[in-house]
């Protein structure tokens, strides 16, 4: 559903020119976790916004559904349709609560029951009132995934979702991620196998190609 098509990315750094990718190519299928996963400044994040539309690659494209979307000129719609992320950081809005917060993502009139329900799955039913500062690390990142889930995107991109927290925590983030996973395509960027479910679809970047993972559990 989504295609990943001879993907080029090159940067300019003063007079040189420095390969991070070179034709990559997969395909991600309805449903699936795919990990993305690499070593630092293997390009993972790159390659995660190019697939997103948050960043133009040097040469190659992106379809949705076959139709190409790399070079559409309604990215923005497209993006807010279809797509939702979580970030490292969790971008919560420090003065509103963590209900608010998760309301701020979708215009649906019953948000605020379906925002309470993902809360409430979340284990945080009972900080719902309570602003982001008095939650935790993981904490508030579960208010970020559930107001990324909360507009029921199509695909869910994190990127290096639970870097700021203790192995623990992410790896219950990462069960969350695929708890969560009925309707939504997930595509997680990380450095850490250690923390991936075992029904993750593992992308693994090395020297500029982006290889499958073809471990027991992936055949
Ligand atoms: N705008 C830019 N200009 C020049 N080089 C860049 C730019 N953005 C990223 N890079 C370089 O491209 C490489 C890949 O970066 P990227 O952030 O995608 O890797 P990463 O695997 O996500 O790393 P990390 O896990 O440390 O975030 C790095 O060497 C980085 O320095």
Redesign the pocket.
Known sequence: MLRVKNID?E???GRTK?T?FSNVSFDIHSGEFVSLL????????????IVSLLKTPTAGEIYLDDVMISEAKNKNEIRYENFGFVFQHHFLIPHLTVLENVCTASYEKNVEKQAKDLLERLGLKDLINQKPYKLSGGERQRVAIARAVVKKPRILFA??PT?SLDHHTAQEIMKIFSELQENTTIVC?T?DYGILPQTARILR?KDGKVVEDETEENE
């Open positions: 990315l940067y300019i750094d420095r991070i690499g070593p630092s400044g293997s390009g993972k994040s790159s390659l995660l916004y990127d290096e870097a960027a450095h970047i």
